[in-house]
């Protein structure tokens, strides 16, 4: 009946009548999933931007782990991403204009490019259609291109790319998406029936959960979703059964640097590419410009409160 018609009517429930899940959501597995995504490999890649913030007509700023960069593309749509401060005197180029590929300065004129002259280099990047991504090398083995998970494909999905920033680490924001147990309590609006079926064991190192995702008062959509750290900054949510089946949603968090108070920031950056097999969903990817605005208020919403345990557990901790 769910692959006829995914939509199911879900009873009113009182929120505090709900299974209490503190029982289950050890913070010591909680701790241990996010130590070994922690370990994993990121060949030095951060996620900046979604792909469609770079453009050819004009440059875009953005800090990355305490770095100043800008980035543009080339008339053929490549990413170009380097130092964000001109090295003649320290003008912001993210204030400057492209001219004919080049990136040039406001302040004397100087011009940067893909060739490095003038004492300016670009940076290894890398576009994977839907996320920008920068390689600021460092302590790690440097990889050629980012640690991507499985994507449905673009030409078929509604891709959209939310931002939030908050006053943590990364390491705090990979812990929260690791805790699938407060989803129903902390987000009531969105989630409800969530059921951890099962927990990182490695090398199977997920956690499945059954859940069903509130789409308006007294109905959901339940489906079957698992949660995986591929690279050390990105927790992604696969859609294993149900409605959807194939749809992912990458969640990045990218280091920032430090604040004017010293505190680190940290941005969310997170991708939900959504897919189905069923022949409606082809209306939908028509009326994609309609949906994204949904889709990214949504995301958003989930996120403004996800912070504030983010938040505080790096207060906590500090």
């Not at 913070?27 to 060949?43: F, H």
């Not at 010293?262 to 939908?284: K, M, N, Q, W, Y």
Request: charged share 25%; net charge neutral; glycine share 10%.
């Amino acid at each position: 009946m769910a692959r006829r018609w995914p939509i199911q009517r879900v009873p009113r429930a009182l929120w505090s009548a709900q299974e209490p899940t503190f029982g289950d959501a050890s913070p010591a597995l909680i701790e241990a999933a996010a130590k070994r995504a922690g370990a994993r490999a990121s060949g030095n890649w951060f996620v900046f931007a979604a792909s469609t913030d770079i453009r050819a007509d004009r440059p875009f700023g953005t800090r990355v782990d305490g770095r100043e960069l800008v980035a543009w593309r080339d008339r053929a749509g490549t990413l170009l991403v380097g130092p964000g401060e001109c090295p003649h005197l320290g003008a912001p180029l993210a204030h400057g204009r492209v001219v004919c590929d080049t990136l040039v300065c406001r302040w004397h004129g100087l011009p940067v490019g893909a060739d490095g002259r003038f004492g300016w280099e670009p940076l290894p990047s890398h576009d994977d259609g839907v996320l920008a991504w920068v390689r600021l090398d460092g302590p790690e083995d440097p990889l050629p291109e980012p640690v991507l998970p499985a994507r449905p494909a673009l030409a078929g999905s509604v891709a959209v790319v939310t931002r939030v920033d908050g006053v943590c680490e990364p390491g705090d924001i990979i812990a929260n998406r690791l805790d699938p147990w407060h989803g129903s309590w902390f987000h009531p609006y969105s989630f409800t029936r969530l059921t951890v079926r099962a927990v990182p064991e490695p090398p199977d190192d997920r956690f499945v959960v059954d859940v069903t995702f509130r789409v308006a008062p007294g109905i959901g959509v339940p489906v079957r979703a698992e949660f995986a750290c591929p690279e050390p900054r990105t927790v992604v949510m696969t859609i294993t059964e149900g409605e959807g089946e194939g749809s992912v949603v990458e969640t990045h968090a990218t280091p920032l640097g430090p604040g004017a108070d010293g505190r680190p920031r940290t941005a969310v950056i997170e991708a939900t590419i959504a897919t189905s097999d069923r022949p409606g969903f082809a209306l939908a990817r028509k009326a994609a410009p309609a949906i994204r605005p949904l889709m990214r208020r949504a995301a958003a919403r989930l996120w403004r409160d996800d912070l504030a345990y983010a938040e505080r557990r790096y207060a906590l901790r500090s």
